[in-house]
């Protein structure tokens, strides 16, 4: 069974403060529509108008996120090309009108989505087994996890991504909650530590046998949370034991620079359940609040919310399911796409990445590719 992180939905909303906000707040010029023939490429968030538009946004998101139905938000383009705010919601209960959400904020429109509750997603057949145990060196995309990831009755996995240098070392990266999320001596009598072994294929792939696995790399731990604004987790490759150009199973090997997302770009991914998908960002500068347990089935641990994050669509869970967590979203190109974003969070109509070169500035690493 894999491990399911819940999202947090926080508070109840304060609409009357909301709407006192909206009545003396400074109103701000509306965003102008895209041009014809306006490249997508210019929708990233170093775009002035999205810049705007995220400061609107982050202003009121502590308000908007105190109403139970609301997810999380975020900056996205209308039909008609112009930049919004994003309200994603967990159902339709929440409209825009009367005593619900505004129809606009500071001048700028808001666009409600139902996203239903988002997950950090660890645990659909791919054409290329992205779950059975490869002949060493292998490639990344593929089921893994910490050795010892078993608890409570249960046994969890995920994905191991993508493979990153800091110094001399190659690492591979992965999620904090596939890697290190045990911090409590409980269900299996032991914590994630420095050197602990990561394995191919992850535990829930091979009946919960260690054994039937293969050591391919030692944690290094980093404890990115709670602390930190990124989900992810490194461990030192075994020599012989993974490809040193970082191959990644369907994509190949990768450009060792990376590119910002940018709104309706299209991407791609290889993870442990779903394999390759495709899909396009959607929205950029999202903030959610996810809760982390302690252990595989264990109790919660933490809750953290994210700002900043890449919101990708998510439909029916077709981009991105339980188990692909760790995931390395990358430019859909047919050879060595640029990194965008780490995923590790998601709802069955949306994904949420962390943007890489927030997660390689944690690090203190690179990516290896051409």
């Known amino acids: 069974m894999t491990r399911k992180l819940k999202f947090v939905l926080i508070g109840a909303a304060v609409l009357l403060i909301l709407a006192l906000m909206l009545g003396c707040g400074e109103k701000s010029a509306a965003p102008t529509a895209v041009e014809p023939g306006a490249q997508t490429s210019a929708w990233t968030m170093d775009n002035p108008l999205l810049r705007t538009v995220a400061a609107v946004q982050e202003r009121f998101t502590p308000e908007l996120m105190k109403n139970p139905e609301v997810v999380g938000t975020a900056v996205t383009l209308s039909e008609e090309g112009k930049p919004v705010i994003l309200v994603m919601t967990k159902s339709a209960a929440l409209q825009k009108g009367p005593g619900g959400l505004p129809y606009e904020l500071e001048g700028v429109p808001l666009l409600v989505e139902v996203t239903g509750e988002i997950k950090a997603l660890k645990t659909t057949t791919p054409t ?23 608890a409570n009755g249960y046994c969890c996995g995920g994905t191991l991504g993508s493979l990153i240098q800091i110094g001399g070392s190659k690492y591979i990266l992965s999620n904090y909650h596939v890697l290190e999320a045990d911090i409590v001596v409980g269900g299996n009598s032991r914590i994630a530590t420095t050197g602990d072994d990561v394995i191919q294929p992850g535990l829930i792939d091979v009946n919960c046998t260690a054994t039937s696995a293969q050591n391919v790399a030692t944690l290094v731990k980093k404890s990115a949370l709670p602390g930190n604004n990124v989900d992810c987790a490194i461990a030192q490759i075994i020599p012989g034991m993974v490809r040193d150009d970082g191959a990644i199973l369907e994509i190949g090997v990768l450009s060792s620079s990376t590119v910002a997302a940018a709104v309706s770009q299209a991407v791609k991914k290889s993870g442990r359940t779903t394999g390759l998908t495709r899909s396009t960002v959607s929205a950029l500068n999202g903030t959610v609040s996810i809760t982390y347990e302690n252990e595989c089935a264990g109790g919660t641990a933490f809750t953290r919310t994210f700002t900043g994050q890449i919101i990708i669509a998510n439909k029916r869970s077709k981009f991105l399911d339980s188990g692909d967590s760790g995931s390395l979203m990358v430019q859909d190109l047919t050879t060595n796409p640029k990194a965008i974003g780490l995923l590790f969070a998601g709802s069955t109509s949306t994904a949420i990445a962390n943007p890489i070169n927030e997660v390689l500035t944690f690090l203190g690493g690179s990516m290896v590719g051409l």
């Open 128 to 150: 290329v087994s992205h779950t059975a145990k490869q002949t060493a060196p292998i490639q990344l995309g593929t089921s893994g996890g910490w050795r010892y990831d078993l």
